[in-house]
């Protein structure tokens, strides 16, 4: 989804309305959060409900297996593979470590820097003032506005009961605007996108496009949000927007973008930030709810690509290999790979040399063959995985089950 973003941000620039920007780039952030691989499911079964059911093997996704930790009675076996990942793993996690420590000093001091603010009481003119301008950009959590000491930058801190420090005199015209401008942040509520994004750079701190998507984020939120505040203003009220800008750039500088929202940006984004309000666009949003929503659906059908995992768990098991490893069972099974090849297989083939093997497993189906005292039979089929060296299968999915009155297979 980021890929997408950065391709119409070169292809449309900023031609189009930075507000469709912004909820792509919402998309995005959801994309590194959210675990996609179980949307597979729903759409396997989507496949099968649209689909004739003679034509659903065409069409059919072929999977692949993922390596894992396997538990037969009291033990645990682990692959050379498997130890690897734990390290891995233990350094992602030291890492984030690091990071969420770093992130919680920085909001420990923006909670001092607010808690300055706890002893005043707004007047019922500001009150009034406050409620007028909630009404007009649809706010119901309740929030409060304090007028911020000389130097410090217009911000809003909070989610649910969100708190604006507006550094002008509260009332005045300059003071309208930014207010205006921290009541469209409010109800977006890009507090807590913020901090998704922030939770997103820290779990994916080795991947340099999630920093990226900070940088785009941080940028579009303020584009988009200017857009909005002056949606169908006159051209003076723009300019007028457009020097505050510059002013409440060159006294406060750079905003640092955690868990607020500020109004002043980098005095070098200042320019950019300028023209993209200056510039005519037309916006639709449910023209653009539609595209985002496209490019969500075209985006997750790439869950096909995860790997399904599957837990060995035979329907006997002891405390070590041996025991299994010695077993007769009886009922006849095979596995059909995609180019139709027929493997025949039992439980014995399911643990054989499974500890050592690296294991390359192929995509196809697999069927258990059960004979009825009654002459007739009964075939279960499964999507299932097998290793080529080792020759062991792992049921992914069940596909159905079929019951014969007489038996004519033969296995």
Request: charged share 25%.
């Amino acid at each position: 989804m980021m890929g997408m973003y950065l391709l119409l941000k070169c292809l449309l620039g900023d031609r189009v309305s930075a507000r469709l920007y912004y909820l792509i780039i919402r998309a995005a952030v959801l994309f590194y959060l959210i675990p996609l691989p179980f949307l597979k499911g729903w759409y396997r079964k989507l496949i099968r409900v649209s689909v004739p059911t003679g034509q659903i093997n065409r069409i059919w996704i072929p999977v692949e297996w993922t390596n894992h930790v396997m538990h037969v009675g009291s033990k645990v076996y682990v692959t050379n593979y498997e130890a690897v990942q734990m390290i891995v793993a233990g350094v992602w996690l030291f890492v984030v470590g690091i990071l969420m420590a770093g992130w919680i000093l920085k909001y420990v001091r923006i909670r001092r820097q607010i808690d300055k603010y706890t002893g005043m009481v707004m007047t019922e003119e500001q009150k009034a003032y406050l409620e007028d301008l909630k009404k007009q950009y649809g706010v119901r959590r309740p929030v409060i506005l304090y007028q911020g000491r000389e130097g410090e930058q217009t911000i809003t801190f909070g989610i649910f009961r969100p708190v604006i420090i507006c550094n002008r005199e509260i009332g005045s015209r300059e003071a309208q605007l930014l207010v205006r401008h921290e009541m469209v942040h409010i109800r977006r509520m890009d507090v807590l996108w913020k901090l998704l994004v922030l939770l997103v750079v820290m779990l994916h701190w080795w991947n340099p496009i999630a920093r990226k998507l900070r940088r785009a984020f941080e940028r579009v939120c303020e584009y988009s949000c200017d857009e909005t505040v002056m949606q169908a203003k006159p051209r003076e009220e723009v300019k007028e927007y457009l020097r505050l800008l510059i002013s409440e750039a060159s006294e406060t500088g750079t905003v640092s973008v955690g868990c607020q929202n500020g109004f002043a940006d980098d005095v070098e984004d200042i320019k950019e930030r300028m023209s993209n309000l200056l510039k005519e666009k037309k916006w639709n949003r449910y023209a653009a709810g539609i595209l985002v929503a496209a490019l969500v659906l075209c985006n997750s059908t790439t869950v096909f690509a995860y790997r399904d995992t599957a837990c060995f768990t035979p329907d006997r098991a002891d405390n070590d290999f041996s025991t299994l490893r010695d077993m007769e069972i009886p009922s006849k099974k095979r596995f059909t790979d995609t180019e139709g090849n027929i493997y025949p297989y039992s439980y014995r083939e399911l643990v054989m040399d499974y500890r050592g093997c690296s294991h390359e497993f192929e995509s196809g189906t697999a069927a258990t063959h059960t004979e009825q005292p009654d002459g007739g039979c009964e075939v279960k089929e499964y999507y299932a995985l097998r290793c080529s060296k080792c020759g062991h299968v792992d049921k992914v999915e069940s596909i159905g089950v079929y019951i014969y009155d007489a038996c004519l297979h033969e296995w």
